[in-house]
Structure formats: structure tokens, C-alpha cells
């Protein structure tokens, strides 16, 4: 959908970071409000924003972000070993995040969104504004994502990109899906 339809709106309300004015929401068979907790257990989230560090490391980033999972320190370590290998950023894991193109910190979200092994990922405008390169590489990260069968819901402005790695579209406006 257009900017202000309504997408970043829809992801806040699902990921439990806004209310909703009403109806009900529920993933995975679980209600949004009384079981969020659950629900936070089962989705990974990819910000618009970028909410990395810039003075930290991609390696103390993930460990600051991965400590919110209250993941034992052993298991932490290896999802991140893993989540860097995946998105291709292992031998990256000592840059500060101040020396990283746009690209590569949207890749790091999305390794951020993986360490608590969610069900769901929701990407929000994750491929808006990055080079061909880091786009190109997080649409491989997506399909292989979904491959491992977890679900992701992205949003974006751009219908056509995104017909190469969904299943379903829905177009957005006015907080109402229009077709």
C-alpha cells in the first residue's frame, strides 16, 4: 500500500507494540491481548526503523537484542553464530553498526527477528531504500526462510518486487485491505 495506508500500523498492532481500537487479532490460534506473551514467544519482527546500536558490534547488537528471549547464554551464542552465518555476515560480526550500509543493518534485523527460532516474522518495509545487492540477498534470506516454514508478512510500496517471494498479496489503504 501508499505511505499512510495503514502497513507500519498493522505490524505494531501485531507484534503487541500498539492497541488496537478494536475487533479481535488472533496468531497461531492465540488471542493477541490475553496471550501476549505467547504470541511474542512466536514472532520475530523486522522494524522500518532501525533500532541497532551504532557504537556497539553486529555481535554485541545481537546479543543485546537476543537477551530479551531470556535464551540461556550457550544457546544465544550459537542462534547468533547461525543467524550471522545465514544472512552472510559472520566474518562482519566485529564491525560497529555506524559502519554499515542501510543493506547490511536491515540484514542484522533480520537476524535479530531469527534468534528466538518465532514462527512468524513480520518485515516491515525491510527492502525499502537498500542497494540490489542486500535486496536481492534478503529476498533469498525470506524464501528460505518461508522453506523453513516460518511465515513472513512483509509490507512495502512496491507490489512488483514483491511478487517474486509471496504467496499471497494483499494491498492496504485506509487501514482496510482493498483487494
Known sequence: GPNGAGKTTTISILSTLTKKDSGEISINGLDLIKDSQKVKKNIGVVPQ?????????????????????????????????????????????DNKIKNCSIGIKRRISIAAAMLHSPEIIFMDETADS?????????????????????????????????????NRIGIIDNGKIIA
Do not use: W
Not at 57 to 70: A, D, P
Open 130 to 166: 537498500i542497494d540490489s545487492e542486500n535486496k536481492n540477498f534478503i529476498y533469498e534470506a525470506i524464501e528460505k526462510l518461508n522453506k523453513q516454514g516460518i511465515t513472513i508478512l512483509c509490507t512495502t510500496r512496491y507490489t512488483e518486487e514483491d511478487e517474486r517471494i509471496c
Open 49 to 93: 526503523e532501525i533500532t541497532l546500536n551504532k557504537e556497539l558490534s553486529v555481535y554485541e547488537n545481537l546479543i543485546l537484542l537476543g537477551s530479551f528471549h531470556n535464551l540461556p547464554s550457550s544457546v544465544l551464542e550459537e542462534k547468533i553464530n547461525e543467524a550471522l552465518k545465514f544472512i552472510g555476515l559472520y566474518e562482519s560480526k
